[in-house]
């Protein structure tokens, strides 16, 4: 069936056509008419440190717990105490120090066969064969001696992947690193650091990383998750969140200023998701901030994404303890807002602007997006937002600022009834941007393509900024990344991008999960400790941000197709892109049969000899993607003729196709 429609895709783009006949599809696309400038920003992603997509995802490090500031210290780490050993081990403190205040003494009396630590990393460690891990650790020997470390990388059954032997160790902490080239590829590999000699030994910030990183960034990330990123092309980077910005305290908020600098002195807390969900608890899920806020805008910038940071407005998650700065305390909250701007947009010899020169980057990172808050809601919220957003506009007026709805109207206590406050006063306040959340059913996304058609135009644009069609329902262990909820959502963006106008970005969230250690699904880009594979979801965002365009194009479907009971399940936008001169057209069939439409290029006084076609289908709805068959559903590309304005096309079942057609009108 499959090979079927791909050969009639191929062959279906005709002679033009003198007449429809009744009841058959017609797309009108007025190319004469180009309509809304489409945004850079049109689609973008959306990060948070969800699944285990900062530790033990993005951010490169294997060791989890390499500082050992969990609140249970040793989390993470094993002794190793093999026949004939004798020694333990137990966490001191620094007493001067504030952040990374703990190292890890190992008392040593007899080495025997073997007496040392183990860390298996986050859910194991991805090690590949013939590739080059970097080891570092900070050491001093405090009594004893001389004492040898020996780093070993070890499969599953204790195989050998790697060794190599650290010594000269003094009574002064000193950094000691070390190369180990692994023998074999190792999905869920440990870290083990045996101590040879005895006497007394202190460790700490023991970390383990690949060489190979993005751009080969010394302690960067992992490469292939921000190659999945790069691919998509996308307008802008929303981070760090999300309800990770808010804590469920306000003491374990996220503060950008604890996540830049050294490493070594950044302030780990715990993760919001790590006991929020009964059907996923993660008590070993921690922050440390390795990927910190000077990150993420680097990130940003390799991307070609305009950097969207999203700040603590003094609330914390209303979903938990909703605890709030007084109003005569915010005054700290406001000042973390303006020295970020200036962190990120401040010359190098300004204060903050000269923090980010010294780690390296001396240009401003040019922000022009910044989020007040994440989900919050209420007058609470309101009197907040208007005291943050005097202070920013007095000093940074070319800023636009991002306001709030709560959460998506189906999950907060009384949604929408809170949503339309919260509009009242935006549209009295001339609201810069609103953002607003989807998590539905995936006939939700299908009733509503067109949510935005009539919205009140009252100068506020709107920001889509998290949705995902839950199949099953909200936050449910058992949702999928199934197509249908995939082409669900496309249909539902054939309707932002024809609002254009008002809708300047939107995001699908989440966007990283760890297969062995997620607390939310679904989400768009799934990996393990080795490999990683995009969803259907995430190709429907990849299609529609490679082919965004400069401008809408006015598009009228006739006779569209439908369910049995008469919903239409048909959907079309189209933008035209002025560096290539061709008109985009999208279309998503979501029904089960297939659409031989009529494609009508109105006021095209040229057309090119042959359109490029794109097709992402599957004839099963349950479909998926998975690490064993990474492109299952994927977007398939093709070349067909064209001899008129006017031709027919015909539509796979449940399919997105993208059409570029060159076309001018003049």
Not at 416 to 440: C, G, M, N, P, T
Not at 470 to 490: C, F, K, M, Y
Not at 579 to 584: A, C, G, H, R
Request: charged content about 25%; glycine content about 10%.
């Amino acid at each position: 069936m499959k090979t079927g429609w791909t050969i009639l895709a191929l062959c279906s783009v005709m002679l033009g056509l003198a007449t429809a006949s009744p009841g058959q599809t017609r797309i009108s696309v007025q190319v004469d008419q180009p309509g809304a400038a489409i945004r850079p920003t049109m689609w973008g992603v959306f990060f948070e440190d969800i699944n285990f997509g900062a530790d033990g995802g993005l951010y490169a490090e294997l060791v989890k717990n390499r500082s050992f500031e969990f609140p249970d210290s040793i989390m993470g780490w094993s002794r190793i105490l093999q026949s004939g050993s004798e020694g333990y081990i137990y966490v001191e403190k620094y007493p001067e120090k504030q952040t990374n205040a703990h190292f890890l003494r190992m008392k040593v009396g007899k080495t025997g066969r073997g007496f040392g630590i183990s860390n298996g990393g986050f859910r194991g460690m991805g090690i590949r064969e013939g590739k080059d891990y970097r080891f570092r650790v900070r050491a001093r020997l405090t009594a004893g001696g001389p004492m040898t470390l020996r780093v070993e990388l070890a499969g599953r059954g204790r195989r050998p992947l790697a060794e190599t032997k650290l010594d000269r160790f003094t009574s002064q902490w000193q950094e000691y690193t070390a190369v180990l080239r692994a023998k074999s590829t190792e999905e869920k590999a440990r870290l083990n650091l045996f101590v040879e000699g005895s006497g007394t030994l202190d460790l700490d910030m023991v970390s383990l990383f690949p060489v190979d990183t993005w751009k080969d960034r010394e302690g960067g990330l992992r490469a292939d998750l921000v190659q999945m990123l790069a691919e998509m092309k996308p307008g802008f980077l929303r981070f760090p969140g999300g309800c990770i910005v808010e804590g469920r305290t306000l003491d374990v908020r996220y503060q950008w200023k604890t996540t830049i600098g050294d490493p070594a002195d950044r302030k780990l807390i715990v993760n919001r998701w790590n006991t929020e969900f009964n059907h996923r608890l993660t008590p070993d899920y921690y922050q440390s901030f390795g990927l910190g806020f000077y990150e993420y805008f680097l990130l940003s910038e390799d991307l070609g994404a305009e950097p969207m940071p999203i700040i603590n407005c003094g609330m914390a998650c209303q979903f938990n303890t909703g605890e709030l700065a007084p109003m005569d305390e915010l005054g700290p909250y406001v000042q973390d807002a303006l020295d970020l701007i200036e962190f990120a947009n401040g010359p190098a010899d300004s204060g903050w602007g000269r923090k980010r020169a010294e780690m390296g980057h001396p240009e401003p990172f040019g922000l022009k997006l910044l989020g007040i808050g994440n989900e919050q809601w209420g007058p609470q919220y309101i009197e907040r937002y208007k005291v943050f957003v005097k202070a920013i506009q007095d000093k940074y007026p070319d800023i636009q600022l991002i306001a709030g709805t709560g959460s998506d109207a189906t999950i907060f206590p009384n949604g929408q009834q809170e949503i339309d406050y919260l509009w009242s006063q935006y549209r009295r306040l001339k609201a810069d941007i609103v953002d607003e959340h989807f998590y539905r059913r995936p006939d939700w996304f299908l009733d509503n393509a067109h949510f935005y058609d009539n919205y009140e135009r009252d100068g506020s644009e709107i920001f889509v900024g998290e949705y995902g069609a839950q199949s099953i329902g909200v936050a449910s262990p058992d949702n999928r990344n199934n197509w249908h909820t995939a082409l669900a959502e496309a249909a539902f963006m054939t309707g932002l991008e024809r609002n254009a106008d008002l809708v300047t970005m939107s995001c699908y969230a989440p966007l990283f999960c760890h297969v062995d250690g997620w607390q939310w699904r679904p989400d768009l880009i799934w990996f393990d400790n080795l490999r990683v594979f995009g969803t259907p979801n995430y190709y429907v965002q990849k299609l529609f941000s490679l082919n965004r365009g400069d401008r809408v194009l006015p598009v009228a479907v006739a006779e569209p197709a439908t369910t049995p009971d008469g919903k239409p399940r048909f959907y079309a936008s189209s933008v035209y892109d002025e560096t290539s001169n061709e008109m985009i057209l999208k279309v998503v069939n979501a029904t089960g049969e297939p659409v031989r439409a009529i494609i009508q290029t109105r006021g095209a006084k040229t057309v090119g000899l042959q359109a490029n076609v794109t097709v992402l289908a599957s004839d099963d709805l349950n479909d998926e993607n998975s690490f064993e068959a990474p492109r299952k559903i994927a977007p398939v590309e093709s070349r067909v003729p064209v001899r008129s304005a006017e031709f027919r096309y015909d539509f796979r079942p449940y399919s997105m196709t993208i059409v570029r057609l060159m076309c001018q009108s003049q």
